[in-house]
């Protein structure tokens, strides 16, 4: 289909008949089009992104060294003291004040250098744009949470969340686990892919036929101011809350774009990526907005193949 653009200073806007047009398909396929569109016009400027190395394309999954200064994770990792007061483990969402949103955004500028831009690019193929942001600390201990049960995040195929460690995770530390793409495809085809929060287990190979190959659990060791980042729609993943210590942790969660993703920065500043955790669905919004936010519209329609497959985009839409 003929898609028209609108130029509005440094972004472009998509015209309101082809936004319409994929709004009107489920959730998840308005966002593949949308990221379909971005990456059409990512490859009219740029050309196809050069090939990487790392595990991000293969596995789903990559470590980023030295993402930030380890001295800088330190320093947040005093504030979020200071700032939670009384804890609730295993996870407690950090309350933050302007001026703690303002100098994590900030932020952002050290987590996104020139070689994390390029390998976010070659993955989705296009430019990109943070969504969101949110800052927690896990410690051992408390009752236990879903999220420390095998999962995959519902949001946008796309989707790719930066785990950006102010603490170092080492085998007896809080973190996160991993199973690859092909492992969580394998997974998908013996049906288990987007478990109700009552259906999660802790143990996947509970999840495969008696004798089958167990999958290999992808489990990194950090160093302060390391990063993991990964695809959270497509990737089976649990958190681990270690036997002492805690993890904080600054999350940076990353949709396509049409244009570079400081556009977005210079022109709306940051405070619109902390959401508010009741609205933090990333699945519910119109992604052909400039900002986004929650778009109620949309209905629970079954989950289609390609999703529980774990593909980028459906077949046909590139």
Not at 62 to 78: H, K, L, M, Q, W
Not at 101 to 120: I, K, T
Not at 123 to 146: K, W
Not at 221 to 243: K, S
């Given at each position: 289909?003929?898609?028209?653009?609108i130029?509005?200073?440094?972004?472009?806007?998509?015209?309101d008949a082809?936004?319409?047009?994929?709004?009107?398909?489920?959730?998840?396929?308005?966002?593949?089009?949308?990221?379909t569109?971005?990456?059409?016009?990512?490859?009219?400027?740029k050309g196809?992104?050069p090939a990487?190395?790392?595990?991000?394309?293969?596995?789903?999954?990559?470590?980023?060294?030295?993402?930030i200064?380890?001295?800088?994770g330190a320093?947040?990792?005093?504030r979020i003291?200071?700032?939670?007061?009384?804890?609730?483990?295993?996870?407690?969402?950090?309350?933050?004040?302007?001026e703690?949103?303002?100098?994590?955004?900030?932020?952002?500028?050290?987590?996104?250098?020139?070689?994390?831009?390029?390998?976010?690019?070659?993955?989705?193929?296009?430019?990109?744009?943070?969504?969101?942001?949110?800052?927690?600390?896990?410690?051992?201990?408390?009752?236990?949470h879903?999220s420390f049960?095998?999962?995959?995040?519902m949001?946008?195929?796309?989707?790719?969340?930066?785990m950006?460690?102010?603490?170092?995770?080492?085998?007896d530390?809080?973190?996160?686990a991993?199973?690859?793409?092909?492992?969580?495809?394998?997974?998908?085809d013996?049906?288990?892919?987007?478990?109700?929060?009552?259906e999660?287990?802790?143990?996947?190979?509970?999840?495969?036929?008696?004798?089958?190959?167990?999958?290999?659990?992808?489990?990194?060791?950090?160093?302060?101011?390391?990063?993991t980042?990964?695809?959270?729609?497509?990737?089976?993943?649990?958190?681990?809350?270690?036997?002492?210590?805690?993890?904080?942790?600054?999350l940076?969660?990353?949709?396509?774009?049409?244009?570079?993703?400081?556009?977005?920065?210079?022109r709306?500043?940051?405070?619109h990526?902390?959401?508010d955790?009741?609205?933090?669905?990333?699945?519910?919004?119109d992604?052909?907005?400039?900002?986004?936010?929650?778009?109620?519209?949309?209905?629970?329609?079954?989950?289609?193949?390609?999703?529980?497959?774990?593909n980028?985009?459906?077949?046909?839409?590139?």
């Amino acid at each position: 289909m003929k898609v028209d653009f609108i130029r509005d200073g440094d972004h472009l806007r998509v015209d309101d008949a082809t936004a319409a047009y994929f709004n009107e398909m489920d959730h998840h396929e308005a966002h593949a089009g949308y990221h379909t569109i971005c990456r059409s016009v990512y490859r009219a400027a740029k050309g196809v992104p050069p090939a990487l190395g790392g595990d991000l394309i293969s596995q789903g999954i990559d470590v980023i060294r030295n993402c930030i200064e380890p001295g800088t994770g330190a320093e947040f990792s005093a504030r979020i003291d200071a700032a939670i007061g009384q804890s609730t483990p295993p996870n407690t969402t950090v309350p933050l004040n302007d001026e703690f949103r303002a100098d994590l955004g900030a932020l952002l500028h050290q987590v996104l250098s020139d070689a994390v831009v390029a390998m976010v690019e070659h993955y989705m193929g296009s430019h990109f744009r943070v969504v969101q942001c949110q800052l927690y600390r896990t410690e051992t201990g408390g009752e236990p949470h879903v999220s420390f049960l095998w999962h995959r995040d519902m949001e946008p195929m796309a989707q790719v969340h930066i785990m950006v460690y102010l603490t170092a995770s080492g085998p007896d530390d809080p973190g996160t686990a991993f199973l690859s793409v092909e492992d969580t495809r394998r997974l998908a085809d013996n049906g288990y892919a987007f478990p109700q929060f009552a259906e999660r287990i802790a143990d996947v190979a509970q999840a495969l036929p008696p004798g089958a190959q167990a999958p290999k659990v992808i489990r990194p060791d950090l160093a302060a101011g390391d990063a993991t980042i990964f695809g959270a729609p497509r990737l089976l993943h649990r958190g681990v809350d270690g036997r002492g210590g805690k993890r904080d942790v600054f999350l940076v969660n990353l949709l396509p774009s049409l244009v570079p993703w400081h556009h977005d920065i210079s022109r709306f500043g940051t405070g619109h990526l902390f959401w508010d955790d009741a609205i933090s669905d990333t699945l519910l919004t119109d992604p052909f907005a400039l900002i986004l936010k929650p778009a109620p519209r949309f209905s629970g329609k079954p989950v289609s193949d390609w999703v529980i497959k774990g593909n980028l985009l459906p077949d046909g839409f590139d």
